[in-house]
């Protein structure tokens, strides 16, 4: 595992799947995207705004993210934290 901190940009918000809840993001830093997923049992209503709000407002935010690496490309992404960026 990885972890990926920093600044993203929230490009997809994906709630069709009602067991899990993924979003598109892209690293402000170097442009890279990736899926995540974000985590249920740690991530309350009130974070879930926050992404959302992001997404709308076309807003940077931070994020807290573990993932894997495989072959250059990221894998089974979970945004663990969720903070608004001032």
Do not use: C
Not at 18 to 37: H, S, W
Not at 47 to 70: F, H, M, Y
């Amino acid at each position: 595992m990885i972890r990926l901190d920093g600044e993203f940009r929230i490009l997809q918000v994906d709630s069709s799947d009602p067991t899990q809840f993924k979003v598109k993001v892209q690293n402000q830093k170097n442009g890279e995207e990736l899926e995540a997923i974000v985590q249920d049992d740690s991530l309350d209503q009130h974070n879930r705004t926050i992404l959302q709000t992001a997404e709308w407002l076309r807003q940077p935010v931070s994020l807290k993210i573990n993932a894997r690496q495989l072959r250059g490309k990221y894998k089974d992404a979970t945004i663990l934290e969720v903070a608004r960026v001032d």
